[in-house]
């Protein structure tokens, strides 16, 4: 059985995101992600930190016990861009994972961009570009990007440094 990162109770989310304003279809909403990949391994992180509402789920496609491939989906294309499963079952890719996932832990401006008529277009094309090449990025790099984002995002009661 493939581990799920949860980081609070297992009541009933579709309601629970329905209380909170959050769309019940989308909500919860389940992340593949590659912990193998400095930078996806960083930004996932970063949103568990923050996933207070409890509206993602983190599935890590790199684990050895790794099995349940979303519906119409392979391996290499979890791996090739980021994947996730709507609370309907329905699976998206790409930019809109990212703008969902942010939108979840109440960091909606921070993908905002991505929704506007020029730049949209350009994200769209742009993240695969990225997506391939994300294993070449530098961990000091990766580290710099998200340090600041995870320190910020760290309960106060939790060790700086501490395990997710």
């Not at 391994?41 to 996933?51: D, F, G, Q």
């Not at 994947?83 to 401006?109: M, N, S």
């Amino acid at each position: 059985m493939t581990a799920i990162h949860n980081t609070a109770h297992l009541g009933n989310t579709r309601y629970d995101s329905f209380k909170a304003g959050m769309d019940p279809a989308i909500y919860p909403l389940t992340l593949y992600y590659e912990s193998a990949c400095p930078l996806c391994n960083a930004e996932m992180s970063n949103l568990m930190l923050r996933n207070a509402g409890d509206h993602l789920r983190f599935v890590d496609v790199s684990a050895p016990d790794f099995s349940e491939l979303p519906a119409g989906t392979t391996m290499q294309d979890l791996l090739e861009l980021i994947h996730a499963r709507r609370a309907d079952g329905r699976v998206i890719k790409g930019v809109e994972v990212f703008r969902l996932a942010y939108q979840a832990v109440g960091l909606g401006w921070v993908s905002a961009a991505m929704r506007w008529p020029l730049l949209r277009p350009l994200a769209e094309r742009a993240y695969p570009v990225l997506a391939r090449n994300r294993h070449r990025i530098p961990r000091g790099l990766v580290r710099l990007m998200f340090e600041g984002a995870v320190r910020r995002a760290e309960p106060a009661d939790r060790p700086r440094g501490a395990q997710v």
